[in-house]
């Protein structure tokens, strides 16, 4: 017997694509490292499920990772673009790419 996670449009027979994926941040800036930023960061690939209690003891800051879930029916995003509003100047964007390494790639 496997459980899976309840949706809407869940059917007995049929597996739920929804799974649970650790994702690392490799390159991070330091200042993301804190939970808004590093959910808001996690967010643009999944759903956070989890931060890596490593990171949020600050015990380990070398690559942050958080538990995501993911539509593994989607391809996998290999990098998410993280733009940021300068609030004293909202005509100013500033942004950089993010690079995004999964554990045990969800086949």
């Not at 309840?6 to 739920?16: A, G, I, N, Q």
């Not at 808004?36 to 070398?62: Q, T």
Request: net charge negative; aromatic share 10%; proline share 9%.
């Amino acid at each position: 017997m496997r459980v899976f996670k309840w949706t809407p449009d869940f059917h007995p027979s049929k597996e739920s694509p929804l799974t649970p994926v650790w994702i690392h941040l490799h390159g991070l800036p330091l200042y993301l490292f804190e939970g808004e930023g590093l959910l808001s960061v996690a967010n643009s690939i999944g759903k956070p499920l989890r931060v890596d209690s490593h990171n949020v003891n600050r015990v380990k800051l070398g690559t942050p990772s958080v538990c995501v879930e993911l539509d593994v029916s989607k391809p996998l995003m290999k990098e998410t673009w993280m733009s940021f509003v300068d609030d004293e100047d909202p005509t100013v964007v500033d942004g950089f790419w993010q690079s995004v390494e999964y554990d045990n790639n969800p086949a």
